[in-house]
């Protein structure tokens, strides 16, 4: 089975949590941003279902760096 590989959505989200600390980064948090993302990146999902899973995806972001040292949000 190849690996599946990451859309746009997931890419950039993975590296948005490249910046953060690895404890944030490899978070219960974190996972369910990265599910979204490739929810996202699914073209299967309808367009209803793509705009709810962004706002949640742009929460969950905004939670992760809000727990970010000070340092790692400038």
């Given at each position: 089975m190849a690996a599946r590989r990451a859309g746009p959505v997931e890419a950039a989200l993975k590296r948005d949590l490249k910046a953060l600390p690895a404890d944030l980064a490899s978070s219960a948090l974190a996972a369910t941003?990265?599910?979204?993302?490739?929810?996202l990146d699914d073209g299967g999902n309808p367009a209803s279902s793509k705009a709810l899973c962004a706002r949640a995806l742009a929460e969950s972001l905004e939670k992760l760096r809000a727990l970010a040292p000070e340092k790692v949000r400038e």
């Amino acid at each position: 089975m190849a690996a599946r590989r990451a859309g746009p959505v997931e890419a950039a989200l993975k590296r948005d949590l490249k910046a953060l600390p690895a404890d944030l980064a490899s978070s219960a948090l974190a996972a369910t941003a990265l599910q979204l993302a490739r929810e996202l990146d699914d073209g299967g999902n309808p367009a209803s279902s793509k705009a709810l899973c962004a706002r949640a995806l742009a929460e969950s972001l905004e939670k992760l760096r809000a727990l970010a040292p000070e340092k790692v949000r400038e």
